[in-house]
């Protein structure tokens, strides 16, 4: 049972003693100790055995059928990075591949964080006034009727995040390299007004570190600006899964089987990076590999147990 299951577990605990009126009321219910759901709530979870857990979420009528993310070195990474430009209100770029888990990790940490002011948007091809209109909405922000104008839009969403800056808000925006220039460069006056009291993390594939670069070694309007804005530093250095992140992953969604685990990575045909002059097998596309795990469920789950 991975953390994150652990986590939502936790929070399934809460919202039962907040109906029953007490935790002892809660253990009684699951029929564990006080003492094991105090642990879990104050995450002392080294000593307690993943079947404790199921039994109470079983108690507690938790189930998730929803895809489970794992705790890969890149959720990990990319969770720092998030955590980093939050604490420090940076301004900070992921530009990596398809497929790393870069939108799933994104959006967990929004949802997970959304009571710390964050907040997330996922881009599409927008000029400026449609990515401001687009934000004020995800923001909860009175666009105002009829026609507002761009300065207007962007001034309503700078005294959104002004008013919070003692939260230290941070925005994630994910496929931010879909963006037009006019969009992107709306970024240099978000940065001069809140520059220290909130944070930015926009995400895109190769294409956004690719885009801006290119925008300042050609000197578009605005591109140098932009850059500057990121600190000319792009985190480009994200992982596909190795083996062990494939079993954290398949663990998460049901397959403990180390055989079939081991087929799956293999069936993928990881690829050979090499890291600090080793050589690391790698799964690329975790979109694919989320394919491949699923087929594996759904074999077993209509597996027909031969007769003896």
Same mark, same amino acid.
């Given at each position: 049972?991975? #953390?994150?299951? !652990?986590? %939502? ?7 039962? &003693? $907040?109906?029953? *009126?007490?935790? /002892? ?57 998030? #955590?980093?430009? !939050?604490? %420090? ?7 990596? &591949? $398809?497929?790393? *888990?870069?939108? /799933? ?204």
């Amino acid at each position: 049972m991975t #953390n994150l299951q !652990k986590k %939502e577990i936790v929070q399934a605990i809460h919202e039962e &003693k $907040a109906r029953l *009126g007490s935790y /002892a009321r809660v253990a009684t219910k699951v029929g564990v100790s006080e003492a094991t759901i105090s642990q879990m709530r104050n995450d002392n979870w080294d000593k307690i055995a993943d079947g404790l857990w199921t039994k109470v979420a079983q108690a507690l009528g938790f189930t998730s059928d929803e895809w489970q993310l794992a705790e890969t070195l890149n959720f990990r990474k990319i969770t720092s990075v998030l #955590n980093d430009a !939050k604490n %420090e209100s940076m301004f900070m770029a992921i530009s990596y &591949k $398809a497929g790393s *888990g870069k939108t /799933a990790t994104l959006k967990h940490y929004s949802e997970v964080n959304s009571e710390e002011n964050v907040f997330f948007i996922q881009a599409r091809e927008w000029a400026k006034r449609d990515f401001l209109l687009e934000l004020c909405q995800k923001l909860g922000i009175d666009a105002g009727k009829g026609y507002v104008g761009v300065d207007k839009l962007g001034m309503k969403v700078i005294d959104f995040f002004a008013k919070r800056q003692s939260r230290k808000p941070l925005l994630i925006v994910d496929e931010a390299d879909k963006l037009r220039p006019s969009a992107l460069r709306w970024f240099i006056t978000l940065y001069n007004e809140l520059e220290d009291k909130m944070a930015v993390v926009i995400a895109g594939t190769e294409n956004l570190e690719k885009t801006i670069s290119k925008g300042v070694k050609y000197n578009k309007l605005g591109f140098d600006e932009i850059s500057s804005r990121f600190g000319r530093k792009f985190i480009n250095n994200l992982l596909g899964a190795r083996k062990e992140d494939v079993e954290l992953i398949c663990r998460a969604n049901g397959i403990d089987d180390k055989a079939m685990i081991s087929k799956i990575f293999e069936e993928y045909e990881p690829v050979n990076i090499v890291i600090q002059e080793q050589s690391i097998k790698v799964v690329e596309d975790l979109r694919r590999l989320k394919r491949v795990i699923k087929r594996e469920l759904i074999q077993k789950k209509y597996e027909i147990s031969k007769p003896s």
